[in-house]
């Protein structure tokens, strides 16, 4: 019940595409659904999240869409480019818990 | 103005030695982590460390184990190095209680056994 699970595992999209990554989960009680960029080297970073309120939410190039009644997320890149290419994770939290659950993670390469 | 720092960023060691890695968060944040990251790039949780309430995640070996001075600080100690300890340990930190959750990364040490 506590898993998020992530695909694919990795996904390749030609500049200018809109790569779609998916993630889904069992506990209902999770209210917090963030989605992080890893560049090759570097640690994680957080690059856009959403709370089950809201069915989407945009930041620049990047949206979040949110199902809950199917306990699912997404994140969209539209106009991807090849800087975007980077490992993405999902994560999901619950409350005042500050412990993430994170996805397996998508290596996302974006083709010149 | 490095937020959170990790060192050394490259450590390469025999099997059977005792290493420690440092981290240190100058966001004045109350909850550290340290995480492993294997080949695979599984984000796997090891520790979380709030207000001196440690939690563990049952799986990591005793062998290792968190060491906080102080608030800014969370250090991770591994006794007899084996080989499946070879990964990319990071280190985050978060502000508990805010609605958002924000973890804060370092730049990670890759760990190497040989």
């Known amino acids: 019940q506590q898993q998020v699970k992530q695909s694919p595992q990795s996904l390749i999209v030609q500049k200018g595409g809109i790569p779609i990554i998916n993630c889904a989960y069992e506990?209902?009680?999770?209210?917090?659904f963030p989605w992080y960029q890893q560049f090759p080297g570097k640690g994680p970073a957080l690059l856009i999240a959403?709370?089950?309120d809201v069915s989407e939410k945009k930041e620049g190039r990047f949206t979040i869409s949110f199902n809950k009644s199917a306990k699912q997320f997404s994140l969209h890149i539209m106009d991807s480019q090849p800087g975007d290419s980077a490992t993405y994770f999902c994560?999901?939290?619950?409350?005042?818990?500050?412990?993430?659950?994170w996805g397996a993670g998508t290596k996302l390469i974006i083709k010149p | 103005d490095t937020a959170v720092s990790q060192t050394p960023k490259y450590l390469v060691t025999q099997m059977g030695n005792d290493k420690s890695i440092k981290c240190e968060q100058n966001?004045?944040?109350?909850?550290m982590y340290w995480y492993k990251q294997d080949s695979k790039k599984f984000l796997k949780i090891m520790f979380s460390?709030?207000?001196?309430?440690?939690?563990i995640n049952e799986t990591v070996p005793n062998r290792f184990s968190p060491k906080s001075p102080d608030k800014a600080h969370l250090n991770l100690h591994i006794n007899s190095l084996e080989l499946g300890d070879s990964a990319v340990y990071f280190c985050a930190s978060s502000l508990a209680g805010l609605l958002d959750n924000e973890q804060f990364f370092g730049p990670g040490t890759r760990l190497t056994v040989l």
């Open positions: 966001l004045g944040h109350d909850t």
């Open positions: 959403i709370r089950p």
């Open positions: 994560a999901a939290s619950r409350g005042s818990n500050y412990q993430l659950i």
């Open positions: 506990n209902t009680a999770f209210d917090y």
């Open positions: 460390y709030n207000n001196k309430e440690l939690i």
